[in-house]
């Protein structure tokens, strides 16, 4: 067990060995650590809500000290983080590596066949081009 005093709402620890004016206890009892002003520390652990940071503080009863948390926003999630979090809470992690997965070679693939598509168009316009430009040689030798 831990022992500690608070002190301006600071808890401080029992350090051994125990001194007292009347006496050294190099092994306290439970007794002789209560009778010191000493109490019990009880630990808790923190639950904080999402998008919120815990702040530690204590409260002091009659023979304990028991950690307790508050909780802070830390700030307004963007709807990335949200979408994220949906996401993490709907599909396990294997399911979102696999969909990461297809969606990267879906985005590839958009991506190739956009390319494909703007080279056609290249030359698309480069037959109509020369095509042009054929017909406005052939037609200024006839006029010549």
């Known amino acids: 067990m831990t022992y500690g005093k608070l002190i301006n709402g600071k ?10 004016p009347e006496r050294v206890y190099h092994t306290p009892t439970h007794n002789e650590i209560l009778s010191c ?19 530690q503080d204590w409260v002091e009863t009659n023979t304990q000290i028991i950690q307790t ?3 802070e926003l830390q700030q307004e999630p963007s709807w990335e983080q949200v979408l994220q979090d949906a996401i993490a809470q709907k ?14 070679r879906s985005a590839k693939y958009l991506e190739r066949q956009n390319y494909v598509q703007e ?4 030359i698309e316009l480069e037959k109509i ?15 010549s």
């Open 37 to 55: 002003g000493y109490k019990e520390v009880v630990y808790t652990h923190p639950y904080p809500p999402q998008w919120h940071t815990p702040k």
């Open 129 to 143: 081009s020369y095509t042009t430009a054929v017909s406005k040689s052939v037609i200024s030798r006839q006029t």
């Open 119 to 122: 080279q056609k168009n290249n």
């Open 69 to 71: 948390w508050e909780y």
């Open 11 to 20: 808890l401080e620890y029992m350090a051994l060995p125990l001194r007292t």
């Open 91 to 104: 599909y396990t992690i294997d399911e979102q590596i696999e969909m990461l997965f297809e969606g990267s």
